[in-house]
């Protein structure tokens, strides 16, 4: 008995902190296990906040931020705390670092944050963040719950920031505001009658769209991930 | 018949390798020869001699007549607004080469774009290539604005065979009438080329001036065109004002709409032009005569349901009669006979509600589903200041509901029958 102990015990003393097992903790969030185009969660900032690159970068970050040092603080807490009032528990460490996020980007970034306005706020119920600390954080010690947060967080903000920037580009025209395709009357697209696409630009269906795309794109190139119930 | 049936068979060995041509042959030779499929295995399964693609051309030759007073109302409608040749038969194969030059092009773009789309996905998938798109191909240049720049069609219709057909499956398993969806996915994302006042007649997008760059001295040397002073094309005689009848009545009620006039004289929207569609509009609504010639073809043949016809135009007829009782604005004083010659009501009823595969497939759901559409396409149309016309969302929301339809239909006979058993 103490012999099998002791092996379970150098074994995790020996783990990097990069093993496999962690490189894949971040990795995974990024296509196979991506939580918005396959876990499906988070959908409604990513429908909303995605107009343009900027508010999805600056989204992503914050998600990134909380999502990480959730997962960090519910892990380290995971055993101390008792079962039936771990939702309150999860909620009240997410809406403070939330609540942090709010501050610091009124602090230094005020026009994106009231660009974003409501939606930081929202991150308290973006499913991920709660999913994660639920499915991940609970049950798995500080060091790879933080990873996966920050994967999480990774592979919540490359879809965003992939259908900020065909919106941006093709709503637009512009990418972070950088002029990319100049329609303004007599340059060389308005003359050619180009116009921005009004769909792109305004609703968030346009973002549905291209989550929907992305999802069918992803699905038949690895076919394991279709999943027919 | 046999000098095409023998170049078919000739090239089936050559095609029989590659699936994308061998898909191709297949779709051509089913289009020109009804195929002998038999039922296999057991059972007495009875086929019907007109198979789906017979179906399908049957209701491209429906939209025969609308597309060809189309084609001579865009000539017309242009040199109206340039004031010139007012008379209805003055210049008229003038008339009938300006709109032939400008909506041969958009019918090309149209087929082109959705059907290669078609016969990629059919290839890769297998499936046999059915003629669902001819149909499609046929209504989308129809229902667009003369003016329509094709770039922004050929977007439109590849959004609306990839999204709304074939990530359902293909042909017969879209839940959104394809030809709406174009037309929709159109009007929300560039709004200024399909709606509002400057859209609906032709003048800088023809297809001489875009692609061989001819200047209007050519056109004018050929026949085509006048250029009014200061500019080719663009250029409207004084006065003319392209507002549309929904515009108007929105406005101003009836009264508007019949105070508008032309510049050359007389009454731009009377009654009888309403109806026989000397009108600007989208190409193949306009003229009300030719949707009925194509709805009596379509009703005669049983290809169209006439319990959805029938129950939209009663839809349409109770909430107009019900806004004319409440009359509270001049919109809502417009008769309620009026409502069904302006606007795309007609041929939104014959053409599009029918639609066999995205209407109700029950009896008593095609009633619901119809009068649903007329009820509110006039809300839409009448009281929602944000669309001057409600037709083409009132549709596609009922293509989303049919199926919730059925549902309860069947629900209803069951329990009906269950009764009876217990």
Known sequence: MSEVKDIVVEKVAKEPLFSNKNKALLKDPLDDNNPITVQVLGICSALAVTSQVYPSLVMSVCVIFVCAFSNLSISLMRNIMPGRIRMIVQLIVIAALVTIVDIFLKAFAFDVSKQLSVFIGLIITNCIVMGRLEAFAMGNKPWPAFLDGIGNGIGYGVILIIVGALRELFGAGTLLGYPILNAEDGSWLASIGYTHNGIMAATPAAAMFIIGILIWIQRSRKPQLVDIS | ?422
Not at chain 2, 90 to 105: C, D, N, R, V
Not at chain 2, 164 to 191: C, D, Q, S
Not at chain 2, 216 to 245: C, I, K
Not at chain 2, 397 to 403: G, I, K, M, R
């Open chain 2, 1 to 422: 018949m046999k000098f095409i049936r023998n170049i078919f068979d000739n090239l089936e060995p050559k095609m029989k390798d590659n699936p994308f041509l061998h898909a191709v042959y297949d779709g051509f030779e089913t289009f020109f020869f009804t195929p002998n499929h038999t039922t296999s295995g057991p059972g007495v399964h009875i086929r019907d001699g007109i198979d789906l693609k017979r179906t399908m051309v049957f209701v491209v030759l429906a939209l025969q007549a609308c597309l060809l007073f189309g084609m001579w109302n865009i000539g017309h409608q242009h040199y109206l607004s340039l004031g010139l040749y007012p008379g209805l038969t003055e210049s008229f194969f003038t008339k009938f080469l300006f709109g032939a030059l400008q909506l041969i092009p958009i019918i090309i773009v149209a087929n082109v774009v959705g059907l290669g789309i078609e016969f990629y996905f059919a290839a890769k998938r297998g499936h046999a290539i059915e003629e669902g798109y001819l149909v499609s191909g046929m209504l989308i240049p129809l229902i667009m604005p003369p003016d329509i720049p094709l770039w922004m069609l050929a977007i439109a219709i590849a959004f609306a065979v990839i999204i709304a057909k074939e990530a359902f499956g293909g042909t017969g398993m879209n839940i959104l009438n394809i030809a709406l969806t174009a037309r929709v996915f159109l009007f929300f994302a560039y709004p200024l080329e399909i709606s509002g006042e400057g859209c609906w007649i032709a003048y800088d997008y023809n297809i001489l001036h875009q692609l061989f760059g001819m200047e209007g001295s050519t056109m004018q040397a050929l026949g085509m065109s006048a250029v009014p002073e200061g500019g080719w094309m663009t250029r409207v005689v004084d006065g003319f004002s392209g507002a549309t009848p929904l515009g108007l009545a929105a406005a101003g009620g009836w009264e508007a709409v019949t105070n508008a006039t032309l510049p050359t004289g007389g009454a731009q929207y009377s009654v009888s032009n309403l109806f026989w569609g000397i009108i600007p509009g989208s190409i193949g609504e306009t003229c009300k005569p030719a949707i009925i010639i194509g709805m009596i073809f379509l009703l005669f043949t049983r290809i169209a349901s006439w319990r959805i016809m029938l129950s939209m135009a009663l839809g349409a007829v109770l909430t107009g009669l019900l806004f004319n009782a409440l009359g509270s604005n001049a919109f809502l004083e417009v008769p309620f006979y009026y409502h069904l010659i302006m606007g795309s009501f007609l041929f939104a009823m014959v053409y599009m509600a029918t639609d066999p595969v995205t209407a109700a497939q029950t009896n008593t759901g095609k009633w619901i589903y119809g009068f649903m559409i007329g009820f509110i396409g006039m809300v839409v149309r009448v009281l929602n200041p944000a669309y001057p016309e409600g037709w083409m969302l009132a549709i596609l929301f009922l293509n989303v509901f049919a199926p919730t339809i059925d549902h309860f239909i069947y629900q209803q006979n069951i329990k009906r029958r269950l009764s009876r058993v217990a």
